[in-house]
């Protein structure tokens, strides 16, 4: 059965990978599943046939036979239930993992939210000089913990899984901030997570797609 | 085997039901699982021991028997996993419910903290008046879409279950705001979880706890 994700025509980051579609080809390279490709204008975003997959009108989406899904998040565990490599057998130790993704989704990636908006919606805004560095502080009170719970493992529990695909994929976030640095032991798993394979492999499709587009425009 | 949680000693918001305790509590109600409660005060959820359990100090936490997660999505999906009553037998439906849970929490909630934080964490700074608004369209731009789909529905995909309970969860963080008198069916959508019996019951559980509180306070 062939499964077909949707993605940028064109994203808004260039092709830095940071658009979500990017962590669902990460999961289906670590799975080793081959996948289609639906490209989606911002408008055609909007409209009632992708509305009908994505409520929100966003990417990425995930269609397989009579299943069709949205959110990154439930993308890639349905990804990780259904072939091997992205979680582990043993129940405890998956239930740990999944905890990770809602983790790196409800308890990381709000703040490094909050300050892209601060930064890209509000750059013009008297406020917003004095505002980051609040904004700043929060995303810091989540690394923190994060990075004391990291410690020196190479990975949140035990091998690789879904908790860190989806981590490292929120921090990758914060790349272009320097705020990482402040955390060497989060900046080195950022940096194991891009050195995979299949996180290579995912990067170079989303990039080619922007770079196509970009010499076609 | 007994199921442990843990909750605020005494809540931020003295018994609203926003705590996400109330989250987990009403999971186990809706799937009819008693459970004990271990109160935690704000000093000792940053202490070691509960660090151990909760990396980022928080509650809730769940313990039973060997396993212990953290995280409220995480906990609710293990809860509507392990026990009959919050996720279809369907595989397809039960993907599609899971993806409203991840719609709740990484979609729609954002936002809603980001309102939170700016009435809570920035009421006296000089921007605030300017700048609630903002804030408050990037709560309308969530709650738009899910208006839409909702429709005349009474949940977002047949029958009640873990999506809905994750996303009325969500929108109770509105209710004082006044954001919700603009979608009635949302507030709507938002009543109908609320008066269900599992609801109540977790409500005045916790409700109970803040109570007590305050009387030996």
């Not at 599943?33 to 509305?51: C, D, G, N, T």
């Given at each position: 059965?062939?499964i077909?994700?949707t993605?940028?025509?064109r994203?808004?980051?260039g092709?830095?990978?940071?658009?979500?579609d990017t962590?669902?080809r990460?999961?289906?390279e670590e799975v080793?599943?081959?996948y289609?490709?639906?490209l989606v204008?911002?408008r055609a975003m909007?409209e009632p046939?992708?509305l009908a997959?994505h409520?929100?009108g966003?990417?990425?989406t995930?269609e397989?036979g009579?299943?069709?899904?949205?959110?990154?998040?439930?993308i890639?565990?349905?990804?990780a239930e259904?072939?091997?490599g992205l979680l582990?057998h043993d129940?405890?130790?998956r239930?740990?993992?999944?905890t990770?993704?809602f983790?790196a989704l409800?308890?990381?990636e709000?703040?490094?939210?909050e300050?892209g908006s601060?930064?890209?919606?509000?750059s013009d805004k008297?406020?917003?000089?004095?505002?980051?560095?609040?904004?700043?502080?929060?995303?810091r009170?989540?690394?923190?913990p994060?990075?004391?719970?990291?410690?020196?493992?190479?990975w949140?529990?035990g091998?690789?899984?879904?908790?860190d695909?989806?981590?490292?994929s929120?921090?990758l976030?914060?790349?272009?901030s320097?705020?990482?640095?402040?955390?060497?032991?989060?900046?080195?798993?950022?940096?194991r997570g891009e050195a995979r394979?299949?996180?290579k492999?995912?990067?170079?499709?989303?990039?080619a797609?922007?770079t196509?587009k970009s010499?076609a425009?």
């Amino acid at each position: 059965m062939t499964i077909t994700i949707t993605a940028f025509e064109r994203s808004p980051d260039g092709g830095k990978g940071l658009a979500r579609d990017t962590r669902v080809r990460w999961a289906l390279e670590e799975v080793s599943q081959p996948y289609a490709v639906r490209l989606v204008s911002f408008r055609a975003m909007k409209e009632p046939a992708h509305l009908a997959l994505h409520p929100f009108g966003q990417i990425p989406t995930y269609e397989e036979g009579d299943l069709a899904l949205f959110e990154t998040g439930s993308i890639v565990l349905h990804i990780a239930e259904r072939y091997a490599g992205l979680l582990p057998h043993d129940a405890n130790a998956r239930a740990r993992a999944i905890t990770w993704m809602f983790a790196a989704l409800s308890t990381v990636e709000p703040p490094i939210l909050e300050l892209g908006s601060a930064k890209l919606l509000e750059s013009d805004k008297p406020w917003n000089e004095e505002r980051l560095p609040l904004v700043e502080d929060r995303v810091r009170g989540r690394l923190r913990p994060l990075s004391d719970r990291l410690g020196d493992a190479h990975w949140l529990d035990g091998a690789f899984g879904a908790g860190d695909l989806m981590m490292v994929s929120v921090l990758l976030r914060l790349k272009s901030s320097g705020i990482l640095d402040e955390f060497p032991n989060l900046a080195a798993y950022l940096a194991r997570g891009e050195a995979r394979p299949a996180y290579k492999r995912a990067f170079d499709a989303q990039l080619a797609v922007n770079t196509g587009k970009s010499r076609a425009g």
